[in-house]
């Protein structure tokens, strides 16, 4: 006689495991399912926390409401971080030294964020933000503060600068790049964005690295740019990009992906691992695109889609048809939308520019492949169809 059934164990209680376990239980699955988390809060949304949370509108954005769990039957275990899987045991190690077993494993640790290079230990007024902890250390520091250097123009850098700067600091923003946001949308949206942070105060400084981040008696004190300037800083947030979270699977016959693919866990197109009955999802996993290449993909509706997949191949139900990539980001006053999949290099057609608010077409060999607009909400989200099949760029222009 066999015993009870170990059901499916999550690693990572963030998004990508609560929608997992939510689209589980909405199709049917009766078999225990627990969550297992590093941090000791429960499953919250992330896009806030350089936002909302950053400003002190929003306290902890939590996924769900605190009955949920028990009313869907689904185990927590929070602030024991997953150390180690065999897949050959069907377990799981935790950071307590207890020991989970598994039927079915989902992997969905997501990513730390980078550390300024160099900076071995932690510094008194330097931030980076990927928890709710980050940020709330963050916010508990902008009311004595005068000045902020943000290093790294990427999304959340973009974000942070422009949340600080409504906090009323005094914001540097400073990128190698020629702009903002050159690596994910190329430079001539970039040059848009950079346009809406000056417009704001913020103190752009692109095309120039960082050297040093001054400190003195344990505390930040300034940033020094290659040229040797120095910007005065009683805070520093460092957004210069994150790593997956997989040392945990060091000896475990887990495969991961290449680093010039974007790393993580190499999944087929459905999710599976390299090992039987292990799936992954979310910022950490690498699936397989239409084209069988290898592609990791950080944005939320990537990983609410990656879910209800991997839950449809857990449950054996019909197959899902991932949708049109969505992501956006709020500065300021002005919510950047991004359909698609516009890469740096494609040709960019900015196709509605009051000064402020925009529109851009990008294309491919003619072939209409994303849509990026500022404050544009409407005419963006009506191009949703366009993407979903072939769409000669001739055609919108």
């Given at each position: 006689?066999?015993?009870?059934?170990?059901?499916?164990?999550?690693?990572?209680?963030?998004?990508?495991?609560?929608?997992?376990?939510?689209?589980?239980?909405?199709?049917?699955?009766?078999?225990?399912?627990?969550?297992?988390?590093?941090?000791?809060?429960?499953?919250?949304?992330?896009?806030?926390?350089?936002?909302?949370?950053?400003?002190?509108?929003?306290?902890?954005?939590?996924?769900?409401?605190?009955?949920?769990?028990?009313?869907?039957?689904?185990?927590?275990?929070?602030?024991?971080?997953?150390?180690?899987?065999?897949?050959?045991?069907?377990?799981?190690?935790?950071?307590?030294?207890?020991?989970?077993?598994?039927?079915?494993?989902?992997?969905?640790?997501?990513?730390?964020?980078?550390?300024?290079?160099?900076?071995?230990?932690?510094?008194?007024?330097?931030h980076t933000i990927r928890t709710y902890d980050d940020a709330v250390a963050l916010r508990g520091e902008i009311d004595s503060?005068?000045?902020?250097?943000?290093?790294?123009?990427?999304?959340?850098?973009?974000?942070?600068?422009?949340?600080?700067?409504?906090?009323?600091?005094?914001?540097?923003?400073?990128?190698?790049?020629?702009?903002?946001?050159?690596?994910?949308?190329?430079?001539?949206?970039?040059?848009?964005?950079?346009?809406?942070?000056?417009?704001?105060?913020?103190?752009?400084?692109?095309?120039?690295?960082?050297?040093?981040?001054?400190?003195?008696?344990?505390?930040?004190?300034?940033?020094?740019?290659?040229?040797?300037?120095?910007?005065?800083?009683?805070?520093?947030?460092?957004?210069?990009?994150?790593?997956?979270?997989?040392?945990?699977?060091?000896?475990?016959?887990?495969?991961?992906?290449?680093?010039?693919?974007?790393?993580?866990?190499?999944?087929?197109?459905?999710?599976?691992?390299?090992?039987?009955?292990?799936?992954?999802?979310?910022?950490?996993?690498?699936?397989?695109?239409?084209?069988?290449?290898?592609?990791?993909?950080?944005?939320?509706?990537?990983?609410?889609?990656?879910?209800?997949?991997?839950?449809?191949?857990?449950?054996?139900?019909?197959?899902?048809?991932?949708?049109?990539?969505?992501?956006?980001?709020?500065?300021?006053?002005?919510?950047i939308q991004v359909l698609g999949a516009p890469r740096p290099d494609d040709e960019v057609h900015v196709v509605d520019d009051d000064g402020k608010k925009f529109v851009a077409y990008y294309?491919?060999?003619?072939?209409?492949?994303?849509?990026?607009?500022?404050?544009?909400?409407?005419?963006?989200?009506?191009?949703?169809?366009?993407?979903?099949?072939?769409?000669?760029?001739?055609?919108?222009?």
């Amino acid at each position: 006689m066999s015993g009870p059934a170990a059901g499916v164990v999550v690693v990572g209680a963030g998004l990508g495991g609560i929608r997992l376990a939510e689209s589980l239980r909405n199709n049917g699955f009766t078999d225990p399912i627990t969550l297992v988390g590093a941090e000791a809060h429960p499953p919250y949304d992330r896009p806030p926390l350089s936002k909302s949370v950053l400003l002190g509108k929003d306290d902890r954005v939590d996924l769900k409401p605190e009955g949920f769990y028990g009313e869907a039957d689904i185990t927590l275990r929070l602030g024991d971080a997953v150390t180690a899987v065999s897949p050959a045991e069907g377990t799981v190690g935790l950071a307590s030294g207890s020991t989970l077993s598994y039927d079915t494993l989902v992997l969905a640790t997501g990513l730390d964020p980078r550390p300024f290079p160099g900076l071995t230990e932690s510094i008194a007024g330097v931030h980076t933000i990927r928890t709710y902890d980050d940020a709330v250390a963050l916010r508990g520091e902008i009311d004595s503060a005068r000045t902020a250097v943000v290093i790294g123009a990427g999304f959340i850098g973009c974000e942070v600068a422009a949340s600080l700067c409504s906090r009323g600091l005094g914001v540097s923003l400073v990128e190698p790049a020629p702009t903002p946001l050159a690596a994910a949308l190329g430079e001539r949206i970039g040059a848009l964005v950079s346009r809406l942070h000056t417009a704001n105060g913020v103190d752009l400084r692109t095309g120039i690295g960082v050297e040093e981040i001054v400190v003195s008696q344990g505390r930040v004190r300034a940033v020094k740019l290659a040229d040797g300037t120095e910007l005065p800083a009683d805070i520093v947030v460092v957004g210069i990009g994150s790593t997956p979270v997989t040392g945990y699977l060091d000896g475990s016959g887990i495969e991961l992906a290449a680093r010039e693919s974007g790393g993580g866990i190499a999944c087929d197109a459905t999710g599976h691992t390299s090992a039987e009955n292990v799936y992954a999802l979310g910022d950490v996993a690498n699936w397989r695109d239409d084209d069988d290449k290898p592609v990791r993909v950080e944005h939320w509706n990537h990983t609410v889609e990656q879910a209800s997949i991997v839950a449809h191949q857990i449950t054996g139900g019909d197959a899902v048809t991932a949708s049109v990539s969505y992501f956006w980001s709020d500065q300021f006053d002005v919510k950047i939308q991004v359909l698609g999949a516009p890469r740096p290099d494609d040709e960019v057609h900015v196709v509605d520019d009051d000064g402020k608010k925009f529109v851009a077409y990008y294309s491919r060999d003619g072939i209409l492949t994303g849509v990026v607009g500022a404050g544009k909400v409407g005419a963006v989200m009506k191009t949703r169809a366009k993407l979903q099949t072939p769409t000669p760029i001739a055609d919108l222009l």
